[in-house]
């Protein structure tokens, strides 16, 4: 008897045929035709567009977290740095000191410009604070952003959140008394 390997028979066959190549090429072809637009916008979008849904975001989020775990939720601004950082009414002063510390910056180049704030005072240096309360109302303002030669202007209502945004810098009072314009 004689052990050989014959060469009509079950081969082991190790690697990918031509055709099966080809395919997995014209497939990861046809995702990234499909995956380079999304990418490319969310990569270079613009600043202004990120920081105002960065703030809509969190104004919302501190609306439902403060109503979950009926605690006020506090978005704190620092107009004149550009920063911002979260509170809560149950904190205390070293623990809100120390996130104040870590304030989070807005997109590179994004300016706070001003804040007009329930009282109708525009606030364009400091500190200013958004309280969302365990009751789903937050305290109304009028937030102006800018980058670069665009502006932005967010109105928050204190009963339906982030109501309207413009692309421009709108000088609007909080609860429409008096006249507006835009800048």
């Known amino acids: 008897m004689s052990i050989g390997t014959s060469t009509t028979g079950n081969l082991n066959r190790r690697g990918f045929t031509l055709i ?3 395919l997995v090429i014209l497939l990861i072809g046809i995702v990234l ?14 600043n202004l567009e990120k920081a105002s849904r960065q703030l809509i975001g969190l104004e919302r989020q501190l609306r439902a977290d403060a109503v979950r775990t009926q605690i006020d939720h506090v978005l704190c601004l620092d107009v004149s740095r550009a920063a911002y950082w979260i509170i809560t009414a149950d ?8 996130i104040k510390k870590n304030a989070k910056q807005l997109p590179a180049g ?14 364009s240096m400091g500190e200013v604070k958004i309280r969302c309360g365990r009751d789903n109302v937050c305290s109304p303002a009028v937030i102006h ?5 665009e502006k932005m202007t967010l ?12 692309n421009r810098y709108m000088d609007l009072p909080i609860y429409g008394a008096g006249n507006f314009s835009s800048k």
């Open 20 to 22: 099966e190549l080809m």
């Open 33 to 46: 035709v499909l995956a380079v637009p999304s990418t490319r916008y969310a990569l270079t979008e613009k």
């Open 91 to 98: 904190m205390t002063a070293e623990k809100q000191d120390e």
């Open 110 to 123: 994004v300016a706070l410009l001003d804040v007009v704030e329930a009282n109708n005072a525009k606030k």
């Open 145 to 149: 952003l800018s980058h670069q030669d």
């Open 155 to 166: 109105v928050i209502n204190p009963f339906l959140g982030v109501t309207e945004i413009y």
